[in-house]
């Protein structure tokens, strides 16, 4: 279905209605096509060279979902895929979902309706296929021979107390959107059409972005209090996202199917945000690095100095401490690797202690993961003071495949090239 | 303190950033006095006859906590509630939390920070008091004798499956803004307020709100794909909410403290989603009674025309079923109830058979609970077919002071009149 053709969520609401009183005594209805300019405007395309939902200025909400491949039927999963890329593009376009034949009252509805009549709010859904995939068990797919070498599960960092509930899938969606109904009527209506195909594993509300991935952005803050991600990767530096993000044809021979695209590393960081907050003010700007204000590194100047390692304090001690979080993660203290950043902030309630259950769900685009996430998490996770207030509670990583063109369905270079 | 004299979050960051150079060795540094006029652009008056966060066009986000008081010092529970109204006042206005006393590197900060720089975005914080308060343990607070006679905990309906770690609580905190990052921090630091004489005991994220409370406002749509409350209580017609929300001052003779309160009554009802999207739209509409485009009574019209509940079709039945959700709980079957619904949608992940933990965060605002709530409910869990596609599984009562003036706190003719 091309751009444009479909159903808009705002034309739905107002011709709908005409058709109510008509409902009432059974008789199906037809809804008009769309030509609404509302659409457009904070619509991105969904078709393109990368996947959407990734160097995009990162949107406010997030709403994460892994799931399990249930059929073992090869053509099942594609037709899965070739579901979801018609439903993407359609919710995208701020569109109701649509499968095909008219809406009736006898049978259930192609879209579950909780976002009609909202424009498209900026969504973006990327998909990523995790390890498992691609042998377990075994080869149930076809696939092993072109699983990526470098789509390994994460290693065992110290510290690690992963809930399996809450790591690895199959299959990752991430639907991000300035309006967060927007985003779980995405992944609502994705999982609803993989009924009998995959079933929901884990899911995940951010309710607030905490990266910045345009230099037209501001850069928000975590649930510390600081500012986070200033030193991100962004969209406007293609050469950086050439170098650090997309994949590149000859990275992989036998994973050809994956260049323009990137791996994802997801983790849900619980964050103990109660000691934290009696922590004093000093010490927390030691352990991150920064000031809390405004997020200019402790060597000084303003957030987007970079900082000095080397600059002492009048007590002959650095004054950004070598074990801070911004030295441990700096680019210099790790061969040069840097990520793309895309996380969010969330609060699921509290434990059974009375500490609110929140934190970070850190979301990373990278072209190598062995290089530029495992080395530094392992460093970060043994040497890093702030591990002292945080634990990583999730973990999933996923191949996330190069864009596609109308007609193409997302993942097929993998199935068919 | 009075309004505009504290520190805005907005200036804190650019004056803040001054200071930093001398954060590095250690000094103090000072923010300065708000003078921001975006401060009073989004910000509703904490001060009135009534608290703000019943009536106020409903905000699209929110965070709910209730707390334990663990203290078993009268003394020390004013204290707190005087903390928390300091505290309040200032966060709706878009300060940072001051607790007085200069900000210094030594000591941890008054304020969390993860709000720095951000408006006021409509927060609205409104406390009430639960029934354990006033008696449980026994008397601890001197307070039973005031107890409210209408604040008693709801009793058990048909179909309820109560999660006793999500249900009930001292104290109740609703903060609701259209920023979830002002609304998530304002909870978290009421709660950091907290230490020591009282603790949190549940929290619930609403991502987005199912209620409109002003005729300003488009009816926002639920979990199920309708339009929710076309029927709610607006805050443009005084008369009805001098009806049906506040508690006038002979409602209670024993409870004159509450008078210009309201009851505030909260349900977690979790919605099978998975089923009801397998639902025929023709039977979902025979459920609610309403058409899912528009939300039109099924007897026709457009939204806020009235339901004709004689009205036949041609089969000779009537066209609105009369077990469905729009009869059940319209007042003229529950001797004229009305309810102030301010109910948002929430996504807590998903539960171990991988359907979403998904549903509708209920909260309503009445004078009386016996008469408004509780012959309404009871109702429904027998009778509606909704019921097959929901649960409740939490809840809570709380009695809702009035509003206070600047130099009260927030309870205080609880306490002292």
């Known amino acids: 279905m091309g751009a444009g053709t479909g159903i808009s969520r705002r034309q739905a609401l107002g011709l709908a209605g005409a058709g109510v009183a008509a409902a009432g005594v059974g008789t199906s209805y037809v809804l008009a096509r769309d030509d609404d300019a509302h659409a457009a405007a904070d619509a991105y395309p969904f078709h393109g060279e990368h996947q959407a939902g990734i160097v995009t200025p990162a949107q406010d909400r997030l709403y994460f979902a892994t799931f399990d491949v249930t059929t073992r039927a090869r053509s099942e999963l ?14 995208t376009r701020g569109e109701l979902v649509d499968t095909g034949g008219a809406t009736t009252l006898n049978a259930p509805a192609a879209d579950t309706g909780e976002a009609i009549g909202l424009p498209p709010s900026g969504l973006t859904i990327t998909f990523g296929f995790g390890p498992t995939l691609f042998r377990d068990p075994r080869d149930r797919f076809g696939l092993t021979d072109r699983q990526p070498a470098l789509l ?68 928000p803050r975590n649930l510390f209090g600081f500012k986070d991600g200033t030193a991100n990767l962004k969209a406007e530096n293609a050469a950086d996202l050439q170098q650090h993000v997309w994949v590149a044809p000859g990275d992989d021979p036998r994973s050809g199917w994956l260049a323009g695209g990137s791996y994802l590393v997801a983790r849900r960081i619980r964050m103990f945000i109660e000691p934290w907050d009696r922590t004093s003010l000093g010490e927390q700007q030691q352990l991150i690095g920064r000031d809390r204000a405004e997020g200019a590194p402790l060597s000084g100047g303003t957030e987007f100095t970079e900082p000095d390692f080397d600059s002492m304090g009048e007590d002959g001690k650095p004054l950004i ?97």
Chains 1, 2 share one sequence.
């Open 152 to 219: 390994q599960r994460l290693p065992h960092f110290p510290a690690d107390n992963l809930d399996p509930r809450r790591s690895d899938g199959d299959v990752c969606i991430q639907a991000c959107a300035n309006d967060p109904q927007v985003a779980v009527h995405a992944i609502r209506n994705l999982s609803k059409l993989a009924f009998g195909a995959a079933a929901l594993r884990w899911a995940e509300l951010g309710f607030g972005r905490t990266s910045s991935t345009s230099t037209s952005q501001q850069t």
């Open 78 to 91: 594609v037709a899965l895929l070739q579901r979801w890329t018609d439903a993407a593009e359609q919710l």
């Open 321 to 417: 401490d070598t074990a801070s979080h911004v030295t441990l993660a700096h680019p210099s203290r790790n061969k040069g690797a840097r990520l793309l950043r895309r996380g969010y902030n969330f609060a699921d309630g509290n434990d059974d202690l009375g500490r609110l259950d929140a934190g970070l769900f850190f979301l990373a685009y990278v072209r190598d993961p062995a290089r530029q996430y495992i080395p530094m998490q392992n460093s970060l996770s043994k040497n890093d003071g702030l591990m002292e207030y945080l634990q990583h509670t999730g973990s999933g990583i996923f191949a996330v495949p190069p864009g596609i063109e109308p007609g193409e369905y997302v993942g097929q270079r993998l199935f068919e090239a």
